[in-house]
Protein backbone atom coordinates (compact mmCIF):
# COMPACT_ATOMS: atom_id res chain seq x y z
CA UNK A 1 0.00 0.00 0.00
CA UNK A 2 1.61 3.20 -1.03
CA UNK A 3 1.72 5.44 1.79
CA UNK A 4 3.76 8.32 4.20
CA UNK A 5 4.20 7.34 7.78
CA UNK A 6 5.07 9.55 10.91
CA UNK A 7 6.80 8.96 13.90
CA UNK A 8 5.80 9.27 16.69
CA UNK A 9 1.78 10.34 16.17
CA UNK A 10 2.16 12.38 19.59
CA UNK A 11 4.93 13.62 21.35
CA UNK A 12 5.31 16.45 24.86
CA UNK A 13 8.14 17.42 25.66
CA UNK A 14 10.29 20.36 27.29
CA UNK A 15 11.38 23.27 26.09
CA UNK A 16 15.06 22.58 24.40
CA UNK A 17 15.17 18.62 24.60
CA UNK A 18 16.20 17.92 20.95
CA UNK A 19 13.89 15.64 19.07
CA UNK A 20 13.11 14.09 16.04
CA UNK A 21 10.01 13.24 13.79
CA UNK A 22 10.60 10.80 11.39
CA UNK A 23 8.79 10.38 8.14
CA UNK A 24 8.94 7.68 5.48
CA UNK A 25 7.36 7.06 2.08
CA UNK A 26 7.21 4.04 0.17
CA UNK A 27 6.38 5.63 -3.24
CA UNK A 28 9.62 6.50 -4.42
CA UNK A 29 9.10 9.72 -4.63
CA UNK A 30 11.44 12.61 -5.53
CA UNK A 31 9.95 15.61 -3.57
CA UNK A 32 9.37 15.64 0.43
CA UNK A 33 8.02 17.99 2.16
CA UNK A 34 7.46 18.90 5.97
CA UNK A 35 4.40 21.29 6.82
CA UNK A 36 3.25 22.32 10.29
CA UNK A 37 -0.83 23.55 10.65
CA UNK A 38 -1.84 26.14 13.05
CA UNK A 39 -5.18 27.36 14.07
CA UNK A 40 -6.38 30.01 11.41
CA UNK A 41 -3.06 29.93 9.62
CA UNK A 42 -3.47 26.95 7.20
CA UNK A 43 -0.35 24.31 6.00
CA UNK A 44 2.93 26.44 5.94
CA UNK A 45 5.88 24.81 4.45
CA UNK A 46 8.67 24.48 7.04
CA UNK A 47 11.38 22.44 4.66
CA UNK A 48 11.47 20.80 1.72
CA UNK A 49 13.88 18.20 -0.69
CA UNK A 50 13.86 17.61 -4.37
CA UNK A 51 15.97 14.59 -3.59
CA UNK A 52 18.45 12.55 -2.05
CA UNK A 53 20.99 15.62 -0.49
CA UNK A 54 18.74 18.44 -1.79
CA UNK A 55 16.86 20.31 0.70
CA UNK A 56 15.50 24.07 0.83
CA UNK A 57 13.95 26.02 2.83
CA UNK A 58 10.19 26.39 3.04
CA UNK A 59 7.99 29.86 4.72
CA UNK A 60 8.75 28.72 8.13
CA UNK A 61 11.98 27.49 8.51
CA UNK A 62 13.82 29.21 11.69
CA UNK A 63 14.23 26.45 14.52
CA UNK A 64 13.98 23.27 12.30
CA UNK A 65 16.34 21.14 10.59
CA UNK A 66 16.43 18.32 8.32
CA UNK A 67 18.22 16.09 6.19
CA UNK A 68 18.10 13.60 3.15
CA UNK A 69 20.38 10.86 3.05
CA UNK A 70 17.95 8.59 1.69
CA UNK A 71 15.51 8.94 -1.01
CA UNK A 72 12.50 7.40 1.25
CA UNK A 73 13.21 8.89 4.09
CA UNK A 74 13.02 12.74 5.11
CA UNK A 75 13.13 13.52 9.30
CA UNK A 76 12.27 17.09 10.52
CA UNK A 77 14.62 17.96 13.69
CA UNK A 78 14.04 20.27 16.32
CA UNK A 79 17.49 20.96 17.97
CA UNK A 80 16.27 23.39 20.85
CA UNK A 81 11.88 23.33 20.66
CA UNK A 82 10.48 25.86 21.61
CA UNK A 83 6.53 26.44 23.16
CA UNK A 84 5.76 28.41 19.97
CA UNK A 85 6.43 25.19 18.31
CA UNK A 86 3.89 23.41 19.37
CA UNK A 87 1.67 22.49 16.17
CA UNK A 88 0.61 19.79 14.23
CA UNK A 89 2.96 18.49 11.62
CA UNK A 90 2.77 16.83 8.59
CA UNK A 91 5.39 15.18 6.23
CA UNK A 92 4.11 15.07 2.47
CA UNK A 93 5.90 13.62 -0.61
CA UNK A 94 4.65 13.66 -4.58
CA UNK A 95 6.46 12.25 -7.71
CA UNK A 96 8.31 14.27 -9.93
CA UNK A 97 5.22 14.00 -12.79
CA UNK A 98 2.11 15.29 -11.11
CA UNK A 99 1.68 18.40 -8.33
CA UNK A 100 -0.94 15.83 -5.90
CA UNK A 101 0.88 15.24 -2.75
CA UNK A 102 0.40 12.46 -0.29
CA UNK A 103 0.23 13.08 3.16
CA UNK A 104 1.27 10.87 6.72
CA UNK A 105 -1.02 10.62 9.74
CA UNK A 106 0.38 14.00 11.19
CA UNK A 107 2.22 14.09 14.45
CA UNK A 108 1.06 16.28 17.11
CA UNK A 109 3.60 17.99 19.18
CA UNK A 110 3.63 19.85 22.06
CA UNK A 111 6.53 21.88 24.20
CA UNK A 112 6.06 23.21 27.51
CA UNK B 1 0.64 38.29 2.63
CA UNK B 2 -1.16 35.26 2.34
CA UNK B 3 -1.27 34.13 -1.04
CA UNK B 4 -4.03 31.51 -1.10
CA UNK B 5 -7.53 32.98 0.61
CA UNK B 6 -10.29 30.64 1.49
CA UNK B 7 -12.75 33.47 2.70
CA UNK B 8 -15.39 31.02 4.33
CA UNK B 9 -14.05 28.76 7.50
CA UNK B 10 -17.33 26.41 7.75
CA UNK B 11 -19.87 25.77 5.53
CA UNK B 12 -22.85 23.99 6.74
CA UNK B 13 -25.07 22.27 4.15
CA UNK B 14 -28.39 19.84 4.35
CA UNK B 15 -27.72 16.07 2.96
CA UNK B 16 -28.77 15.97 -1.01
CA UNK B 17 -28.05 19.77 -1.54
CA UNK B 18 -25.30 21.54 -3.33
CA UNK B 19 -21.57 22.55 -1.07
CA UNK B 20 -19.88 25.19 -2.85
CA UNK B 21 -16.38 25.95 -1.71
CA UNK B 22 -14.45 28.79 -2.35
CA UNK B 23 -10.88 29.95 -2.70
CA UNK B 24 -9.46 33.13 -3.82
CA UNK B 25 -5.27 33.87 -4.76
CA UNK B 26 -3.14 37.13 -5.59
CA UNK B 27 -0.37 35.46 -7.31
CA UNK B 28 -0.54 35.07 -10.87
CA UNK B 29 1.83 32.71 -11.31
CA UNK B 30 0.13 30.04 -9.77
CA UNK B 31 -0.80 27.95 -12.76
CA UNK B 32 -1.53 24.49 -10.87
CA UNK B 33 -4.62 24.01 -8.57
CA UNK B 34 -5.43 21.19 -6.03
CA UNK B 35 -7.80 20.54 -3.53
CA UNK B 36 -7.61 18.24 -0.31
CA UNK B 37 -9.84 17.04 2.21
CA UNK B 38 -8.72 16.24 5.69
CA UNK B 39 -10.68 14.23 7.99
CA UNK B 40 -9.78 14.83 11.86
CA UNK B 41 -6.54 12.98 12.77
CA UNK B 42 -5.55 11.90 9.75
CA UNK B 43 -3.29 14.15 6.99
CA UNK B 44 -4.86 15.64 3.92
CA UNK B 45 -5.69 13.44 0.98
CA UNK B 46 -5.71 14.87 -2.83
CA UNK B 47 -9.26 15.29 -4.01
CA UNK B 48 -9.21 16.82 -7.43
CA UNK B 49 -7.24 19.64 -9.08
CA UNK B 50 -7.24 22.13 -12.16
CA UNK B 51 -4.84 23.21 -14.59
CA UNK B 52 -4.44 26.67 -15.35
CA UNK B 53 -5.72 26.08 -18.98
CA UNK B 54 -8.97 24.44 -18.27
CA UNK B 55 -12.22 26.48 -16.26
CA UNK B 56 -13.65 23.18 -15.27
CA UNK B 57 -12.75 19.50 -14.43
CA UNK B 58 -15.19 16.93 -13.10
CA UNK B 59 -14.58 13.85 -10.89
CA UNK B 60 -18.00 12.02 -10.10
CA UNK B 61 -19.92 14.34 -7.70
CA UNK B 62 -16.88 16.93 -7.81
CA UNK B 63 -16.84 19.51 -9.54
CA UNK B 64 -13.37 22.59 -9.75
CA UNK B 65 -14.04 25.52 -11.26
CA UNK B 66 -11.42 27.89 -12.33
CA UNK B 67 -12.06 31.91 -13.23
CA UNK B 68 -8.50 32.75 -13.80
CA UNK B 69 -9.14 36.81 -14.47
CA UNK B 70 -10.79 36.89 -11.21
CA UNK B 71 -7.87 34.36 -9.53
CA UNK B 72 -10.98 32.37 -7.90
CA UNK B 73 -11.82 29.20 -7.75
CA UNK B 74 -14.18 26.98 -6.34
CA UNK B 75 -15.24 23.23 -5.32
CA UNK B 76 -18.95 22.12 -5.73
CA UNK B 77 -19.81 18.90 -4.01
CA UNK B 78 -23.40 17.61 -5.79
CA UNK B 79 -25.20 15.72 -4.10
CA UNK B 80 -23.41 16.55 -0.31
CA UNK B 81 -23.17 13.30 1.76
CA UNK B 82 -22.77 13.12 5.78
CA UNK B 83 -19.37 11.32 4.63
CA UNK B 84 -18.19 14.31 2.78
CA UNK B 85 -18.13 16.38 6.39
CA UNK B 86 -14.61 17.45 6.62
CA UNK B 87 -11.53 20.27 6.62
CA UNK B 88 -11.30 21.78 2.96
CA UNK B 89 -7.94 22.76 1.67
CA UNK B 90 -7.80 25.02 -1.51
CA UNK B 91 -4.07 24.94 -2.83
CA UNK B 92 -1.87 26.91 -5.77
CA UNK B 93 1.17 25.86 -7.11
CA UNK B 94 3.74 27.25 -9.69
CA UNK B 95 5.45 24.61 -11.10
CA UNK B 96 8.60 26.49 -12.43
CA UNK B 97 9.62 27.67 -9.22
CA UNK B 98 10.61 26.05 -5.48
CA UNK B 99 10.20 22.48 -6.95
CA UNK B 100 5.61 22.74 -7.82
CA UNK B 101 5.82 23.89 -4.23
CA UNK B 102 2.08 24.22 -3.01
CA UNK B 103 0.96 27.44 -1.22
CA UNK B 104 -2.11 26.43 0.82
CA UNK B 105 -5.66 28.15 2.30
CA UNK B 106 -6.37 28.24 5.82
CA UNK B 107 -9.20 25.39 5.38
CA UNK B 108 -13.12 25.30 5.20
CA UNK B 109 -14.96 23.08 7.53
CA UNK B 110 -17.74 21.33 5.71
CA UNK B 111 -20.53 19.77 7.69
CA UNK B 112 -23.18 18.11 5.78
CA UNK B 113 -26.00 16.91 7.62
CA UNK B 114 -28.38 13.99 7.32
Known amino acids: EAQVTQNPRYLITVTGKKLTVTCSQNMNHEYMSWYRQDPGLGLRQIYYSMNVEVTDKGDVPEGYKVSRKEKRNFPLILESPSPNQTSLYFCASRGHDGYEQYFGPGTRLTVT | DQQVKQNSPSLSVQEGRISILNCDYT??????FLWYKKYPAEGPTFLIS?????DKNEDGRFTVFLNKSAKHLSLHIVPSQPGDSAVYFCAASSPNTNAGKSTFGDGTTLTVKP
Open chain 2, 27 to 32: NSMFDY
Open chain 2, 50 to 54: ISSIK
